[in-house]
Each structure stands twice: as C-alpha cells, then as structure tokens.
C-alpha cells in the first residue's frame, strides 16, 4: 500500500512538474518552423511516389504492376522512414545549476528545455530519441517518449559531482546523432573519451556548450572567493578584476579545444548563452541533425 | 579640566587614546576585507591560474576615514566635551552659596536657580556640604544655620523664591564676621544695596576663594513722582549708564478682582549719562484717576513696578463764589486766587452749585456765600453727607450773614458751617483798630498742616470769628498767633465742611498771596477726600495690607498672615518686615486712608556694584550655559557606525536585503491614529453616544448595553435617533464629536492622564455633556459615601468641576420631555448633582465666572446605575433585575434617561417654554 501510494505521490508531483517544461518546450518547438516529415524518398514502409527507372536501379526495385500499366519501366520509391535515433545528454551536474543575476534561467533549466524541445521536434519527425543521464538511457519515440522525457527531464537531479561527463557505455546505434548539452568546464579528458565511445559507433552530432552571461563576461571584483557549486574547488581571487583577462583567455583556449575536438570527430561546436533566445540554438541544433543524417 | 576656546574637556587624559589612530590606520589598511563568496562554476578554469598581482584589495579609503572617525569621535565623547564650561569647584569643605534673591534677582531668576543648581551639583558629586545664605528672605522662613547636603539644598533652592525687597547684605556680613567657610560663590543681583557689598568680598576674600556671578542686565527700577503741578510722571532709575535706552513705562488699573488692565504707556528716554529718565503722562482725568500703579514694560521685578495712592489721584473741585464782582478786577477776586492755587493740585470747574453738584466733584469750594437757598442747601447737605468736601471761605457776604443771624434773621445755626460764627468779624491793624496783623500760629503735629511752616509774611486782618464752644479746639486745623481759630472744619456724615475764617482774596489778610494758601489747600482737599493730609509717615496707629507686590512685580490681594505695619515705614525702602504693598490704616486719624508703600524708597537711588577687589572670581549669569556634548559625540559616532556599517553592506553587495527589510519595518508601523481618526469622523456626522472604557470588561458590556437600550428607546418614543453608541478611549480618542459621555466609575480603573482630564475639561468647558454613575448608590450609608464615591474622586481629581449641588426643583431636567419627580435608576434615594445654579445676582453670577453654557450643566454626577437600568439586549429585553421598585422603576429610569439626552440637546430651551404663559399675559396686555 505505501508502494502504491509513494508512487501516485510520485506520478503527482512529476505529473505537476510536466506541464511547465512540456509547455514550454512545445513554444519553443513551435518556433521552428518548416519541419514537417522528410517529404525524401528512402528506405520506409509508406509509398512516396512513383518514378521513371532510371538506369542503375536495381531490377527488385521496378513496380511492375505499375510499369504494366503503361509503356514506362516506374520504381516504386518508398518515404525514408527509417527511426533514427539522437541521443540527448543535458548535463545536469552541479556546474550547470548557476544562474547568475542577469541570466534569466539556470543552465540546466536550460539544458532540459532545449532536449525537450528537440525532442518534440523529433517525434514530430517521426525519429526517435534518447535521454542520456539521470540512469536513463531508454530509447523513446512518439507522444508517450515525449512525455515520458519531459517527466525526467523535470525531476529533480541528483548531482554526483561539480562537473558531468556524457556517460559512457552506451549502446549507440550505427550512424546515429547525439547532441552534448553542457557547459564542459569538467574534465576535457573524460570528454574527450566519451566522443571516442560515440565517434567509434559512427554517431555524430553537436557540442554544445550552455553558458551562463556572467562565466563569459566575469563581471567580479574585489576580494572574492570563488566556490564550485558543489563546493568542491575553491579559488581565492584578492583582486578579482585582474584575473578577468586570464579568464576570459582560459575560456577561450577551452573553446577552441572544444571546436578541434568536435571538427576532429566530425562534430559541430556551438555556444548558448542563457541570456540568449532559445528558438535559433533549436533551428540550429535541428538543422545540424538533419544534415548529419543525409551525411554531411 | 582642559579648554580650547569654547570648548572643554572634563577627562582631557583620555584624549591621548588619539594617538592609537595612526596605528589603527595602519592595521585597517592592513586588513583586507572579508572576501566575498561567489558561487562559480567557472572556478574549474580559474584553477591554476596565477594571479597576476597579489595586492589585497584594500579597503577603500574613504570607508577607512569613516572608521578612523568614528573611533576618534568616540574618544573624544568619553574625555566628556563640554561647551562653554563652567568653573568647577575647586577644593574640599563646605561650600558656601550666596544668593541675594532680592527683587532686582527677579528678572533672571530661572537663570540664577540653574546656575546655583549646577553648582550645588557639582559640590554634590564631590561630596560636599553646601551652606545656603539666602540674603531676602521672609522673616517666617526659619534660617537654616546648619551646612546642607547637595541634594536637600538643592531641593531647598529650587523651591525658593525671590522677595519683593532688597536684600540684606548687612546682615550678612554680621554673620561672614562669625563664621568662616571655605569656598564661596555669591551670586548677585549687580546692585549695591546697602553699600556692603565691598566689605562682603573682602571678608570673603580674606576667607577663601570668592567666585561672583552677576546679572546680564542689571534691573531697573521705577518710582512715581510726587504729584507736584499737577503732573503725573514716574521716573524710571538705573544703576549703569554709558548707552542710552528708552523704556515704556505702563499706567495699570487694579482691577477688583486682581487683575490688572494697562491704561497709558509713556517712554522715557536715559541720555548717555543719565541714571533716570521720566515718563510723563498727561491721561484725561477719568483714566489717570484709575491708574493705581506703573511698571516698566518687561521688566517683571517688584522694583521694576511702583504703587500709587490716593495722594496721587487729580482731583476735580467745583467753585462757585458769592463776590460780587467788581468788573474785570481779577486780582482782586477771591475766584482768581483759589482757581490758581488749585491749577496744579485739581481740576476745577465753575458755574451754579446745583449744576456743580451734578457733576460728580470731589470738592466744592464756595467763596464768601452767606447762605444757600433752602433746596440748595439741602442738596449741599446731602452731597458732603455722602462724602463730599466743602471748603467755604469767609468774606463780606458770610460776615453780614452772621450778623443778620445774630438780628434774627435766618437760622442762628448753619450746618453747613463748621463752627458757629460770632456775629462781627475781627478786625487787625487797621486804621481804626488797635492790634497789628495777626501772623499764623505754628501748625499742631495732629493737624492736617502739620509740616508746613507758616510763612512770615503772611498776615491776616480781617477774619470771621467762631462762637467759643467746647469743641472749637478739636475742630481747629489752623490758628492765629493769639488763638484765634484761622481754619476750622467738622465732619458731616462721610464728607467734611472746612471753613477758613478769612477771604480768599487778598483784602482781609495776604494769606491767598502766599505760598501758603497753595498748600492750604492742597491739603485741604486731600485731606477731605479720606486721603492723610500729615506728612507720610507720621501717622498714628498701624496700616493693613490690602493687596502686596509679589516678586514678579504683580499686585496680589494680601494674605491672612500678612502682618500691619507701623506708619514710619512709609518713605523707606520695603523689607521683610514692611512687605511692598497698598496698605490702609487701621485706627488712628487717618483711618481707612489707603498708601502705597513701595520696594524702594522715594529718594532711593540705584547704584551698580562696585568692582570687586582683584582676586575675586566673576562670571556673568546665563550668557553661556554649559553643555555637555558627550552626548551629541556619541550619537555621531553611532550614526557613523550605521553608515558603516551600511558602506560595508553595499561593498559586500548584501545592501538589497537589508533594504528589503528595513522598507518591510516601515511598512508595518503607520496604523492606530487614522483609525481613530475614522471613528471621530463617524460619530461626528452621526452623533453617537460615547461611554468611556473603564477597563473592566463586565462595566463595559454593560454600559454599552445600557446605552443602546438607551438609544432603543429615543428611537422607539422621540426624535431623536442616535445610532449605537461608540466606545472612547479617553487617552486616544476625540471627545468633542460625542455630544452625551457615559462615564461608569469603577474602583479598578486607573486615573486618566493629564492629558486625557484636560480633554475632559475642554470638552464640559465647550458644552459637552458628561454622566458620571458610581453605580453604587445601594451602598451607600447615611453619609452618602461609597466605595464608588471614593474612586470617583480618585478619577475626577483634576478634573475641572463647576460648583456642584443638587438638581434643585423646577429644574429642566425635570421636565425636559416628561414630568419626573425622581430620578431612579436601578437604585433610589442620594442625591443627583449638577452645576450649581448661578447666582441670582446677574453682576455676581459674572463675576464669578460661573454660569457658563447658557446655564446647562455640563456634568451630572449620580449613583443610581441608570445605564444598569437601560441595559437592554439586542430583542430590547432589559438584561439586570431592578431594585426594589421593579419595573415601574425602570420605565422611570427609561424616563430620565430620555429627559436626560433632551436636556443634553436642547440646553434650557424648555425652562424658557415654562415662562410662555407669563409672555403670553404680557403680549395680550
């Protein structure tokens, strides 16, 4: 009884929590327009169209019963209907849960809302997807997917740490996409061997770095004492405002390692500031997708 | 002690902890601030950076001058700054403290008890004995030889108060001699009364330290001038000179009831060097004759004001004159003589004696008319019975009169003649007579006269002769060198009649051509209008005070323990013993005279202290008061602090919170007064009874259901319709929007404030009606006390009450909408007070001051319980079981109380309606 009772008291509170985030990732969704199928012919159940034979198609591929029908040789060309799936990792770590005080949302907030609203988007594309983190790597597609992500992507975390890596030993599908959301501030090494797990299974996909206004700008001064969130690492800064060059140079080298990485594997490297709208990071984010399937 | 300029410190060595600062700065500087906690997840990249200077992030310098001065203010309050300090006490043993408490301290005098206060503080926190020496005291005080305790002489100084007269250095001195003390501070007044107050400082001097502190101002003083010629003036003395000043001096009226009403000011100017000025005032005669005394204006001393008396006031003589008139002789016209003589001492008026008498004269003389027509006569009579003054002089008319009185015409008698006149007159030196011109004999003491010197040129040699009679010596003011009586008189009644037995002109003798004649006269009529015609001073028996000067210079009626004082007092200054003050004589030959006897003396001059000898300390009082500023440092120090610490708030960037809560404070304060507010501004416009809370939570409840049964009733049976009455809370609420105030009494309740009690007293003095019910008229016992009628007067003290007394018959209460007789409330019996009824003497009734309000009383005052009678229940069922007279007696209660808020509305509006029937008689006549 205490079962069944903790669990409705679960499925309440994330029931709850849903709609805020679902809402908003639907906004956000709804925003990018010009999505709709993949109006492509391909490998799919569903029939697309009739075409010529052109020389080269394969002799299985002609529609007689359609060919009979005229002096033509038609192929019978199918939708591309094949599920792919994308793997979504929003980091959820410590690191990500700042929010400075001109930045509108946390970075995690962001994070979840940009999966969320990708993940609509792909569902909405008939593909599938797949919520790295939070001990869930179930593979999900359809309306049910979509609110079954948006109800882990609203529970609450539970930090292992000041900084998260994109977990490993997952089964990646052959040639399937993955987007890293984090502000990768961890641990370059362990990064590095994520996107080696990932690259090996041929997945390709974006890195992109959610970044809160004040970790780019480093607004700080004076004597500052500056704490990990998890409050793991410490730095005693005695004039902060001098650091700020040095800063603002370390970031930038950490992004240009980014981008060599993310080239070097066949990845696009991007920034998303907090502050900034969340429809482009979704278009772009989408886009890069859809390209990376057609293989560029 | 240490002083820099006007400033002082009290624990100077406390001021060395300044040198700290410099180190303090160093160790401020020293000191980063407390570094800021930042959450940053961007620390990851920060790690290992090397920064690029190690230099603490100092604390701006602005913050640290902040704290250095925070600091420094707070050791400079605790060295205890004093603005303009003043001398301190110096060494041990009992210190002596001279007041002079005269009346020239007057002017100053809260100066002088703050000043002789702090010095008796200081000697108090050095633990030492204070000897007081009060130079002007009353006699009734018994001195106190023995040395004080700080806090008992300062009580003792505090309750002290400046005498009406000067004070008594000479005596002082006596006892200086005695005594010796230590330390001694005089503070005077910069006058030098008795011309001791050099030998007072050497003696002091010689003793031990002298510190003085004198006046700022020394007082001026001010003295009516004789009346000579006729003027009036009041010459202003002062002790300083070197500046000129101009000063008001105001003729005042004593009014009969004490006070006192300005009639003329004048200024008088003081040249440079001029020690006196005079203010001349030149009234009509009816305003001049009230004038009773003069003050300086603003100057509130006793010597700063000066009485006048009788002496003073003009008076106005008729004259009429039987001469026949030799056609423009003048000089030879006893009218010409007597008119000059009295040109500076009375206003003269001529014509008939009928019309004279009409005009309200205070003397008539009447030169050489033999007889007056009968009605005249009779109407003289009646006027110098009534207290007027006849001054008759002889000549040819009133010499035949005699000598047709002798042949028997006319009455042998005349009473309008002081003596009876032997027929023939007297003839001397002349050419057919023997003797030489008779010259005036000297003036007895006991005569009028007595002090003018008869001069020698004055000769009489014609003159009427009086009848002998046994008491032709007593009725003689002036004689001849042989006896002969020159001036006679007799009282008629209150007037007198004086008869001067020559002519007023100068045919019978050269008396109207001397000096004399004017102050004959002058005399004369003093004299006849109850004044004392002696020389002052020298009367016989004792003078009572009538009205005193008080210190400040205010003319107060005298006092039971005010003692007589013997008549040599007058023209000298006024002491313990002859207070300042109108007096009246008591017996002797002047009685019922009235004198002024002023703070000085009328040939009394104001001289300034001499300087001191060298060695003595002096000060000036009340320039400079000494202040401590330890305070005022402190609380700079503090409100640096908070600007500190709200600096360091805003550095650290934790301001927005402490704003947040600091707003969130003030939101929450501003609420009670608008409240109460609300509930004025309601019973205004609806005019609710109100009941004041008592307290007791069981009184209330049922003194707010009594008058809403009250109110239940008004507006079941009249038109009056109040809504529900309202709760006051004497402390906060406004009293004047409820026109009937419920006042239950109970023993619990506490006293309402001054404050509150005169709210109570404005409201019953504006019109208000307020019921006071002890509720406990069941108690009471045959004295008619009880427990309620003690907390009544517990509660009430203070409370300004008109004259009480008992709802007398025929009142308006008993009839102001039903006809009572009684007025029961839960109990019966005692009585129901109100305001007395005024007098029935309108005058008196105004005089009192009473009968205010139209003659509604402002207050009733009970012990019936009539709210417990009211009380009701929302369904208009009565909630307390009556007394013995059950229900009929509550319908009565219900009827007072209605009778009652009819009276509270409509005053005596329905005592007027009572007297319809007799206007209506009228009307029809």
Known sequence: MSQTARLTANAAREAAALPPLLAEAERAAAAVFGVHGRRRAGSGETFWQYRQAQPGDAMQSIDWRRSGRSDEVFVRETEWETAQTVWLWPDDAASMRFKSKKAPAQKSDRAALLSLALAILLERGGERFAVLGRKDRKIRSGRAGVNNAAMLLSRERDAEGDYGFPPNEVLYTGGSRAVFMSDFFGDMDKLRAAMTEATSRRVRGVLLQIIDPAEEAFPYKGRVLFESIAGGLRYDADRAESLHDAYRGRLAERRDALKLMARKAGWRFAVHRTDQPVAPTLMMLHQTLENARVGR | ?925
């Open chain 2, 1 to 925: 002690m240490m002083q820099l300029g006007p400033l002082g410190f009290a624990s100077p060595w406390l001021l060395l902890a300044l040198i700290a600062l410099p180190i303090l700065w160093w160790l401020l500087r020293a000191t980063p601030p407390a570094p800021l906690r930042e959450r940053f997840p961007g620390v990851a990249i920060l790690l290992g950076l090397e920064p690029p200077e190690r230099t603490p992030e100092r604390t701006p310098w602005w913050l640290l001058l902040l704290r250095l001065l925070i600091v420094a203010l707070a050791i400079l309050a605790f060295a205890q700054p004093l603005l303009n300090p003043t001398k301190r006490l110096e060494g041990a043993g009992p210190v002596r403290v001279i007041l002079d408490a005269g009346w020239a301290s007057a002017a100053d005098w809260d100066d002088r008890i703050a000043a002789a206060s702090e010095i008796v503080a200081q000697a108090g926190r050095a633990e030492r004995l204070v000897k007081l020496e009060i130079l002007a005291e009353t006699t009734d005080v018994e001195r106190t030889d023995e040395t004080l305790p700080a806090a008992e002489a300062r009580a003792r100084i505090e309750a002290l108060q400046p005498s009406p007269w000067a004070p008594d250095r000479a005596a002082l001195l006596t006892r200086l001699n005695e005594e010796a003390t230590a330390e001694t501070i005089w503070l005077h007044d910069g006058l030098d009364h008795d011309g001791a107050a050099t030998e007072i400082a050497e003696t002091l001097l010689g003793q031990d330290s002298l510190r003085v502190i004198g006046p700022e101002r020394l007082a001026k003083a001010v003295r009516p001038d004789q009346p000579e010629g006729g003027v009036l003036s009041a010459t202003v003395q002062r002790a300083n000179t070197g500046i000129e000043t101009m000063v008001t001096v105001i003729g005042y009226s004593a009014e009969a009831d004490g006070a006192r009403r300005p009639l003329v000011a004048e200024e008088a100017t003081f040249g440079p060097e001029d020690t006196t000025a005079t203010a001349v005032f030149d009234p009509p005669l009816e305003l001049r004759n009230r004038i009773a005394m003069f003050a300086i204006e603003g100057n509130e001393t006793a010597g700063g004001v000066a009485l006048i008396d009788d002496r003073w006031t003009r008076r106005r003589v008729g004259l009429v004159s039987g001469e026949r008139t030799d056609g423009g002789q003048r000089l030879l016209s006893g009218t010409h003589y007597v008119r000059e003589a009295l040109l500076g001492i009375a206003e003269t008026r001529e014509g008939s004696t009928a019309d004279l008498l009409e005009q309200n004269i205070d003397a008539l003389v009447v030169i050489d008319v033999g007889a007056f027509p009968a009605e005249e006569a009779t109407a003289l009579l009646e006027w110098v019975e009534a207290g007027g003054l006849l001054i008759r002089f002889a000549g040819p008319t009133l010499a035949a009169t005699a000598e047709e009185a002798r042949a028997g015409f006319g009455r042998l008698e005349d009473p309008l003649l002081p003596v009876r006149l032997r027929p023939g007159g007297r003839d001397l030196g002349g050419a057919m007579s023997w003797g030489a011109p008779q010259r005036l004999a000297p003036f007895k003491p006991d005569s009028p006269f007595a002090g003018l010197i008869p001069p020698e040129d004055a000769a009489i040699t014609k003159q009427v002769l009086a009848e002998p009679d046994i008491d032709l010596p007593t009725r003689t003011w002036a004689s001849l060198a042989d006896g002969a009586p020159l001036v006679t008189a007799d009282t008629r009644g209150e007037g007198r009649i004086v008869l001067v037995h020559t002519s007023a002109d100068p045919r019978w003798s050269t008396l109207p051509i001397s000096g004399l004649f004017v102050d004959i006269l002058d005399r004369i009529i003093e004299v006849g209008s109850g004044g004392n015609a002696g020389e002052q001073g020298e009367s016989s028996g004792f003078w009572r005070p009538v009205s005193l000067i008080s210190s400040n210079g205010l003319l107060v009626p005298s006092q039971g323990d005010a003692r007589n004082i013997e008549g040599a007092a007058f023209g000298q200054s006024a002491t313990a013993d002859a207070p300042p003050g109108l007096y009246e004589a008591v017996g002797g030959s002047d009685a019922g005279a009235q004198r002024a006897h002023n703070t000085l003396a009328p040939d009394a001059e104001l001289t300034a202290m001499p300087a001191f000898p060298d060695g003595v300390a002096t000060d000036t009082l009340g320039q400079r008061t000494e202040t401590e500023l330890k305070p005022w440092f402190l609380g700079a120090a503090l409100l640096l602090l908070l600007l500190d610490a709200v600096a360091s708030l805003a550095l650290s960037g934790k301001l927005r919170g402490a704003v947040a809560a600091l707003a969130l404070f003030a939101l929450t304060t501003p609420q009670g007064a608008e409240a109460a507010d609300d509930k004025a501004l309601r019973s205004a416009l609806e005019g609710a009874f109100g009941y004041i809370v008592t307290g007791d939570a069981k009184t209330d409840d049922i003194v707010q259901k009594g008058l809403f049964g009250l109110v239940y009733i008004l507006n079941a049976r009249t038109s009056v319709e109040p809504p529900l009455p309202v709760a006051i809370d004497l402390e906060n609420d406004e009293l004047a929007v409820y026109p009937f105030i419920y006042w239950a009494i109970t023993e619990s309740q506490s006293r309402p404030s001054d404050d509150a009690i005169a709210k109570l007293n404005e409201y019953m003095r504006r019109g208000g009606m307020l019921v006071l019910d002890t509720r406990d008229q069941n108690l009471a016992l045959a004295s008619g006390e009880t427990p309620g009628t003690r907390a009544l007067r517990r509660l009430t003290a203070g409370l300004d009450l008109p004259p009480l007394a008992r709802v007398p018959e025929g009142h308006v209460l008993r009839r102001s909408f039903y006809l009572l007789d009684d007025f029961p409330g839960r109990w019966k019996g005692g009585g129901v007070w109100v305001e007395a009824a005024p007098p029935e003497d309108v005058n008196e009734a105004a005089a009192t001051g009473g009968f205010k309000n139209d003659g509604v009383s402002p207050v009733l005052v009970g012990g019936h319980d009539w709210i417990g009678a009211w009380a009701m229940n929302d369904s208009g069922r009565p909630l307390l079981p009556m007394g013995v007279g059950g229900e009929r007696q509550r319908e009565m209660a219900l009827r007072f109380g209605v009778n009652l808020i009819m009276y509270t509305y409509t005053g005596s509006y329905k005592s007027d309606q009572v007297h319809i029937p007799a206007l209506l008689e009228r009307l029809g006549q």
